[in-house]
């Protein structure tokens, strides 16, 4: 039977806004599993604490309650909740990978050389590594007169595409997707889904939210329902 490569559970977390005393609920009692080649979509009411178990799964944010258990390549379970930051650092070069929502970019680096970079950090040669991203932006519908140029004057749809290149590029064997597609158009979208597709059938594993319901229906393996946080 296939082995689940995570394994969410009683996934909680709450924030404190420490200048009003106030608490507020975010994600509540979160369980699920993700497995290789697998798509496990993420849905729910705007809210009900979706990004934050991203998060929480990157370690963005530290979960207030749960376990997170990743299973390595090397076969070995690490509770992400409790790993050491190193731990961390390591997984998210080499094994977990995130597409947030917005690109956050270097300045004055072009878009090939951003979505270049997570091949460049596990050591493959620069040419090799353009050559691969060039690819990639052209799949993802990004025109080659603006491969060179740094994406800060990026529309926001472009924007996206290049934060989705350099989120793929690399094959982490856990995939995170914070709405990836929510500013782009059909045609683009589909661009995304095969590869998201070819993804799957590298065996790659995907945790994702999606802002339309009939992307889910489309792509999802499994579907993960949040409940509405407990009021403080
Ligand atoms: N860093 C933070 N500090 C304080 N509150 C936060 C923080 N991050 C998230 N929250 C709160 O946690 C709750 C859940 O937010 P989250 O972004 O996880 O929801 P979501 O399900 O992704 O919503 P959406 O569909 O709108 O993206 C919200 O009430 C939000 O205000
Ligand atoms: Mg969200």
């Known amino acids: 039977m296939l082995q689940p490569i995570l ?57 207030s309650a749960g376990r997170i258990v990743f299973r390595t390549a090397a076969g070995t379970q690490i509770d992400l909740a409790q790993a050491s930051e190193h731990q961390i650092l390591d997984l998210r070069r080499e094994e977990i990978g995130f597409v947030t929502q917005f690109l956050y970019c270097l300045p004055r680096r072009g878009a090939q050389d951003v979505v270049a970079e997570p091949l460049l950090k596990r050591g493959m040669d620069q040419s090799e590594a353009r050559t691969q991203a060039c690819a990639l ?29 350099r989120g793929l590029i690399s094959r982490p064997r856990l995939l995170l997707l914070d709405e990836p597609t929510a500013s782009l158009d059909p045609l683009t979208t589909d661009r995304v889904i095969q590869q998201l597709d070819g ?33 403080a």
Do not use: C
């Open 7 to 63: 394994e969410v559970e009683g996934f909680n977390k709450t924030f404190i806004n420490h200048a009003q005393g106030t608490i507020i609920p975010s994600s509540n009692d979160v369980n699920f599993k993700v497995f290789p080649g697998r798509l496990t979509a993420l849905i729910g009411p705007t809210g009900t604490g979706k990004s934050s178990v991203l998060k929480g799964v990157y370690r963005s944010y530290l979960p």
């Open 199 to 231: 993804l799957k059938a590298h065996g790659v594993a995907m945790l994702a939210i999606f802002h339309h319901p009939e992307l889910v229906e489309r792509i999802a393996d499994d579907v993960v329902t949040l409940k509405p946080p407990v009021a």
């Open 137 to 165: 932006l052209d799949a993802l519908n990004v025109p080659e007169r603006l491969w060179s140029v740094p994406p800060a004057t990026f529309s926001g749809g472009e924007k996206q595409r290049v934060n989705l290149a």
